[in-house]
C-alpha cells in the first residue's frame, strides 16, 4: 500500500518569501507520478504542479518548484515570492503509473502573511 | 478543458431520506472517476473507485449499500447517499480520469457538494 506523509500541519510565510513544504512517501513501485495541489477557501482542488518519478529534473511551474529525492522518497513544495493569494491546504498526492487511484497526505495549512 | 460538474454544490436533507450527487465531465472522456470524502480540516480519503459500465470498487470501510454509485455514461457518474444520517454530513468531491491517458494530467476535480443531514 502507498503512503503519503505530511509532517507540517500549519505553515506561515511572509509575503514575497520562500517557503517550503514537506511530504514523503512510501511505495514499493517504480513508476509513478507526484502531485502538489492547492485547495483554497473555495475548496476546489487545484493542480500545482506534478513530477513523473522516471524524469530526474525537478518540475517547475512559474513560482512553484518540487525538489525530488526518489531515493529518499521525497517531494517537497518550494513556493518563491508568496503571495497572499498562495493561502490554502496544501496536499501532497501520489499515483502509481498503471493504477487509478490517487492518495493524499493530510494537507498543509499554509498562510501567507502582508 | 478537462471540466468536471459536481451538482449541487450544496444539499441539506432530513434524516433517512437519500442524496443523489452528480459528477460530470464536461468536455472530455472518463472511464475512470473517484469519489472522496472530506471531513473539515483534514484530508480527502478514498471512497470508491467508478468505472464505466461496471461495478463501482469501495475502499475497505465503507458501506456499498449505503453510498451507490453509478457510471452509466463516460460522462457521469453519480453518487447516491442512502437512507442519510446526521454522521453522513460532509464534503464530497469527485474526480475524473480522463480516456485514454496515463496518471500524469489525467485527473480533474469536481467543485464539491457539502452534505449536511438534519
Known amino acids: 500500500a502507498q503512503t503519503v506523509t505530511q509532517s507540517q500541519p500549519e505553515m506561515s510565510v511572509q509575503e514575497a518569501e520562500t517557503v517550503t513544504l514537506s511530504c514523503t512517501y512510501d511505495?514499493?513501485?517504480?513508476?509513478?507520478?507526484l502531485f502538489w495541489y492547492k485547495q483554497p477557501p473555495s475548496r476546489q482542488m487545484i493542480l500545482v504542479i506534478r513530477?513523473?518519478?522516471?524524469?530526474?529534473q525537478n518540475a517547475t511551474e512559474n513560482r512553484f518548484s518540487v525538489n525530488f529525492q526518489k531515493a529518499a522518497k521525497s517531494f517537497s513544495l518550494k513556493i518563491s515570492d508568496s503571495q497572499l493569494g498562495d493561502t490554502a491546504m496544501y496536499f501532497c498526492?501520489?499515483?502509481?503509473?498503471?493504477?487509478?487511484?490517487?492518495?493524499f497526505g493530510a494537507g498543509t495549512r499554509l498562510t501567507v502573511k502582508p | 478543458g478537462a471540466v468536471v460538474s459536481q451538482h449541487p454544490s450544496r444539499v441539506i436533507c432530513k434524516s433517512g431520506t437519500s442524496v443523489k450527487i452528480e459528477c460530470r465531465s464536461l468536455?472530455?472522456?472518463?472511464?475512470?472517476m473517484f469519489w472522496y470524502r472530506q471531513f473539515p480540516k483534514k484530508s480527502l480519503m478514498l471512497m470508491a473507485t467508478?468505472?464505466?459500465?461496471?461495478?463501482?470498487?469501495?475502499e475497505q470501510g465503507v458501506e456499498k449499500d449505503k453510498f451507490l454509485i453509478n457510471h452509466a455514461s463516460l460522462t457521469l457518474s453519480t453518487l447516491t447517499v442512502t437512507s442519510a444520517h446526521p454522521e453522513d454530513s460532509s464534503f464530497y468531491i469527485c474526480?475524473?480520469?480522463?480516456?485514454?491517458?496515463?496518471?500524469?494530467?489525467?485527473?480533474?476535480f469536481g467543485s464539491g457538494t457539502r452534505l449536511t443531514v438534519v
Open positions: 474526480s475524473a480520469r480522463r480516456h485514454g491517458t496515463g496518471g500524469t494530467y489525467g485527473y480533474t
Open positions: 511505495t514499493s513501485e517504480n513508476n509513478y507520478y
Open positions: 513530477q513523473e518519478a522516471y524524469k530526474q
Open positions: 498526492a501520489f499515483t502509481p503509473y498503471n493504477n487509478n487511484d490517487m492518495r
Open positions: 468536455d472530455f472522456q472518463a472511464t475512470t
Open positions: 467508478s468505472n464505466e459500465g461496471s461495478k463501482a470498487t469501495y
